[in-house]
């Protein structure tokens, strides 16, 4: 199929899925996320395809959601997060666990905010020594969400994953790779041909025994998935109805500190 904001390719049995919407850093909004959706529900479930690369065009990974598009208003004027979280963002997120393949994502630059969740939703990580990772939503007086909230403390441990959470800073390539968020660092150069040959080498692998060390990892690792996005999708929702929203979205655009109120 044809997508106006990924590229799908598939050359023997790698699939790779490259994010294109580099002007924004690879920014989500809803019909990009349909597109995500789309593409992880067909193309890459395909039993041709044995193992899944994902990575971004252009300088980032994905910088999280496009703020300047917003998102659709529910009934009460206010944006409906719950509804973009339960139709778009999730069915990638638990896609991309629920694949019975190998999925290895390249982070290229920046991952923040659903970009980070959906880089930590992969099987293998592997980033460039400039790139960047984030929960970046407390800076707009948002919570992590896209399994963030199960992924990083599964991967860091309590302490790092509150820090992460509630101060919302880079964490650097070679610090995620000592906190155990990424699998390798490589020169940003060596990272498309060392991706690539790690996907091949998953490719021409075992995709049976992958698939059932995948399901019982899943299993005991993540065996609320569904339980912790949906809990994520209600306090988001919640959350996007603050003052404190509105103020970190304005401070945001309008690049200057925002001033919360807890409110």
């Known amino acids: 199929m044809d997508y106006e904001m990924l590229i799908w390719e598939q050359e023997g049995g790698v699939g790779r899925l490259t994010m294109n919407r580099p002007d924004s850093l690879n920014a989500w909004t809803a019909d990009f996320g349909h597109e995500l959706k789309r593409v992880i529900e067909e193309e890459a479930a395909d039993e041709s395809v044995r193992a899944v690369l994902v990575t971004g065009a252009g300088r980032g990974f994905s910088s999280g959601a496009d703020l300047k598009e917003g998102f659709e208003p529910a009934d009460d004027g206010m944006p409906d997060v719950r509804k973009e979280l339960v ?4 069915p990638v ?3 991309v666990r629920r694949l019975e393949k190998p999925v290895v994502a390249a982070v290229n630059g920046p ?7 959906l880089a930590f939703a992969c099987d293998l990580v592997l980033a460039a020594e400039s790139a960047f990772f984030g929960l970046a939503f407390v800076n707009i007086g948002l919570m992590p969400d896209g399994g963030s909230t199960l992924f990083v403390p599964a991967a860091v441990g309590k302490a790092r994953a509150f820090q992460m959470a509630l101060l919302g800073e880079r964490v650097p390539a070679g610090r995620a790779l000592e906190w155990g968020l990424v699998n390798f660092v490589h020169p940003d150069e060596a990272l498309t041909g060392e991706a690539g040959a790690l996907v091949e080498r998953l490719a021409a692998g075992p995709t049976r025994s992958y698939a059932s060390s995948k399901r019982a990892l899943n299993q005991m690792l993540y065996p609320d998935l569904d339980g912790q996005l ?3 999708a209600e306090l988001q929702h919640a959350l996007a109805r603050t003052r404190d929203f509105g103020e970190g979205v304005s401070a945001f655009v309008e690049k200057r500190d925002p001033a919360f109120q807890g409110a």
Do not use: P
């Open 230 to 232: 949906e809990l994520e």
């Open 111 to 117: 991952a923040v905010g659903i970009g980070a969740s």
């Open 87 to 90: 139709e778009v963002y999730h």
């Open 93 to 95: 997120i638990a896609g």
